[in-house]
């Protein structure tokens, strides 16, 4: 096994199937970064195993079966590792996971890191279309999946030559219950080889892939989950998002295998079940997009409701609204943490500053992502002005799988991310985000970011989700429709209602405000957990026809 020392990576890495993966920052940083402690140059299953030595009996994972220790889920991860080794997989392969949250997925995913593979997991859910393109785009030589029926027809994808079931056989996949000829091996992994893809949907056709590699995982990523946290307890972090996420991904590498801690999972998301998990296993941080924490917060109180140990409730994945972290912090008494991250490398959170609107997103830790804001030219701005945010740091990925033209598009000669995000860094060296570039709606000519829109629509008292999206229209191009899903209890405002609320109260202007609403029971969500905008342009286009 890898104890650290010089890396091998060198100038790139190419799988077995011919995808090359190349390190966009400059190797003197990567170096910089270790030499300083920012990453362990260690691999996931190398840091993994030394916490199964130093405390086999500690709980590793509690999911819907129960709770498994640390011994007990590494002798499940190293029969994975002897089952994909048998089969011929290794170093320099790149093997899909398609399971849904629990210990399986954890073991598979930590087995395919101890042969030395780079792990491509991605969410269960229906359609194939995405699957494909990951698995084509990949060449992923072979897949873990609950069902045959998760993986696509070989037929169509010549590299994926072996797929494997946690279950029973079946006449085209191979179950991993079956007995191992020969035990594992642990191998030695270069901490910058790439260890895990991570998946996006983003702003793109089709899903993007980052590459990843141990030390990143284990180093940045990791580092920024450690800040979350107060005192020497043990982290016990319950993660609501699927594990095969990119927020998701502080699950298995960071809580498991970087950090020693404790796993608690949900298959599917259920805001009851959540709020009684908390109750019974007393996680010390809980992990979710705002629609999952608003909507556990939500959820009327139970007998005897105990939330001893919990420390923090940790927003991501997309803009936390005042209202859902005001009803966090009435609900459980705890302070909520809103972190600016994504899966191209960038990360930021209020774990010091508060989460309060003069703090932002909190300051940006150089020992996770160092962050300038610069103009289209890539020079930074001054304190105070907009523009492009940029990131670069330990956790920065390695680069894009076979997307040479996002890796153009998105990183610089010098590896900073280009994150496509418009904010600004304050006197304080704070960083505020004001949304997306390019996520505008034109009306007539005239640009409205429906971050900003929704970011004021969220003070009302009256409106616990609220999204904003586009709707066609053959005079102005555009009209900005305000869809929101009502606090429970209270009265249900109008169009009119909300408008002088937003220009009387909150000072918009009166060309940024919505000129249609939709109500909806429940915010339509995606396989991450995400409000799904365009569930929701669509709706909103279908049920306002005729409203103009």
């Known amino acids: ?38 990453c362990p140059d260690r691999d996931l299953y190398t840091l993994f195993s030394g916490h199964v030595k130093r405390h086999p009996g500690r709980t590793a994972v509690i999911d819907s079966a129960g709770a498994v220790d640390y011994a007990g889920l590494d002798a499940r991860v190293r029969h994975i590792a002897a089952r994909l080794a048998e089969r011929g997989l290794g170093e320099r392969d790149i093997v899909a996971v ?37 698995l084509g785009r990949s060449r992923a030589r072979a897949a873990i999946v609950t069902d045959p029926s998760d993986a696509v027809a070989r037929t169509h994808l010549p590299h994926l030559e072996a797929v494997f079931t946690v279950g029973e056989s079946h006449s085209t996949a191979q179950s991993l219950t079956a007995p191992a000829r020969q035990p594992f091996v642990p191998r030695a992994v270069d901490p910058e080889a790439p260890a895990r893809i991570l998946v996006t949907s983003g702003s793109e056709a089709e899903p993007k892939m980052v590459a990843y590699s141990h030390n990143a995982m284990a180093g940045g990523r990791a580092t920024y989950v450690r800040a979350l946290h107060d005192g020497d307890r043990v982290m016990r972090n319950l993660v609501l998002v699927p594990l095969a996420s990119s927020f998701g991904s502080c699950g298995t590498s960071v809580t498991l295998a970087a950090l020693g801690g404790v796993l ?45 140990g919990l420390q923090a409730l940790v927003s991501s994945g997309a803009a936390l609204p005042d209202a859902t972290a005001d009803a966090c912090r ?35 830790d150089p020992a996770v992502a160092r962050i300038r804001v610069t103009d ?23 680069c894009y799988v076979a997307a040479p033209d996002l890796d153009a598009r998105y990183r610089t000669p010098t590896g900073w991310v280009r994150t496509g995000d418009r904010g600004f860094l304050d006197e304080h060296g704070r960083l505020h985000v004001l949304g997306r ?37 053959p005079e102005l191009g555009e009209r900005l429709c305000a869809c929101i899903r009502e606090t429970p209890g209270a009265r249900p405002p109008d169009l009119p209602e909300l408008t002088v609320f937003l220009e009387s109260q909150r000072g918009l202007e009166r060309r940024k405000l919505p000129e249609l609403l939709l109500r909806v029971d429940d915010m339509p969500l995606g396989p991450t957990g995400k409000i799904c905008r365009s569930t929701l342009a669509r709706l909103a286009a279908r049920e306002t026809s005729g409203v103009r």
Not at 100 to 108: K, L
């Open 264 to 308: 608690l999972v949900q298959e599917t998301f259920d805001p009851a079940a959540a709020l009684r998990v908390m109750v019974e296993h007393r996680p010390t941080h809980v992990f979710g997009v705002p629609t999952m924490l608003r909507r556990i917060a939500d959820q009327p109180p139970t007998a005897r409701e105990d939330f001893t």
């Open 1 to 38: 096994m890898t104890t650290g020392g010089t890396s091998n990576f060198g100038t790139g890495w190419t799988s077995n199937a011919g995808v090359a993966i190349r390190d966009l920052v400059p190797a003197p940083l990567r170096r910089a970064w270790v030499e300083q402690g920012h």
């Open 330 to 364: 009435d609900r459980f008494g705890r302070r909520v943490i809103t972190v600016y991250g994504s899966s191209d490398g960038v990360n930021c959170h209020t774990a010091g500053a508060g989460a309060f609107p003069d703090t932002g997103t909190g300051l940006p």
């Open 98 to 134: 398609r399971l849904p949250n629990g210990r399986e997925a954890v073991a598979a995913e930590l087995a395919v890191a101890a042969i030395g593979a780079v792990a491509l997991p991605y969410p269960p859910g229906h359609g194939s279309r995405g699957p494909v393109s990951l």
């Open 437 to 473: 570039l390019q996520q505008i709606v034109v009306r007539g000519g005239y640009n409205i970011s429906p971050a900003e829109v929704e970011r004021e629509l969220s003070a009302h008292s009256a409106v616990a989700e609220v999204a904003c999206v586009g709707v066609p229209d």
């Open 376 to 398: 289209d030219v890539g020079v930074p701005v001054p304190a105070g002005h907009p523009g492009e945010i940029r990131a670069r740091g330990p956790m920065t990925p390695l």
